[in-house]
């Protein structure tokens, strides 16, 4: 059983540019959520994917958005990226027999934004 | 004022020392209460998982869930080097499949344990 993994896992951009950051979900998961972790902070959640449409999302703006996959793979797309942006994206899968708030993390994409 | 609040240390403890993590919360919708464990440069990684009120145990380590309080703490026996990461308490509402993956965490304490 193969857990998340996540890619890549470091990346440095520059403000106004855009990242997509992808996220292979744990076996039998069916569910994918994205936080954000800035540095010396807890995650913040960022949105959930279930069926590949979005159905939860928390407090960040359009410009990032989401996409699921068939296979539950996702992808996070953050555009027009600010400096605040610096954070690690972690993405986590869920759901199957595991039960659906229980989460499995990858190790996360470390974005800097210069 | 934030949902859940945890003393984000850093929390020095000589090896074999009983730990003591705490987190208190203001949402009393909040059922389902975890604690992961970060290490440098990782994802987090679940620990305990616990429904309501009451204790849980896991060999060295013990959920407790104070829902009078809103408090919830881990402890860790006999700790070991090892153990030396950064802790995290979160909560959700739910387990439905809707939002159920919309956790709310802490902002995680730095627990070093020391030979």
């Known amino acids: 059983e193969t857990g998340v993994t996540q890619s890549p896992t470091h990346l440095i951009k520059t403000r106004g540019q855009q990242v997509t950051l992808r996220c292979s979900s744990q076996s039998g998961h069916n569910t994918v959520s994205w936080y954000q972790q800035a540095l010396g902070q807890g995650p913040q959640f960022i949105f959930q994917?279930?069926?590949?449409?979005?159905?939860g999302r928390g407090n960040f703006p359009p410009r990032f958005s989401g996409l699921q996959f068939p296979n539950y793979s996702s992808e996070l797309n953050v555009n027009a990226l600010e400096l605040d942006d610096s954070a690690l994206y972690l993405c986590a899968s869920s759901g199957g027999t595991s039960g659906a708030n229980v989460l499995t993390f990858g190790a996360g994409s470390r974005l800097t934004v210069l | 004022q934030k949902e859940v609040e945890q003393d984000p240390g850093p929390l020095s403890v000589p090896e074999g020392a009983i730990v003591s993590l705490n987190c208190t919360y203001s949402?009393?919708?909040?059922?389902?209460f975890m604690w992961y464990r970060q290490y440098s440069r990782k994802g987090p990684e679940l620990l305990m998982y616990t429904y309501s009120s009451g204790n849980k145990e896991d060999g060295r380590f013990t959920a407790q869930v104070d829902k009078s309080s809103k408090y919830i703490s881990l402890f860790i026996r006999d700790s070991q080097p090892s153990d030396s990461a950064t802790y995290l308490c979160a909560m959700s509402p739910t387990s439905n499949t809707g939002t159920a993956s919309k956790l709310t965490f802490g902002t995680g304490t730095r627990l070093q344990v020391t030979l």
């Open positions: 994917y279930y069926r590949e449409e979005e159905n």
């Open positions: 949402n009393s919708a909040f059922q389902y």
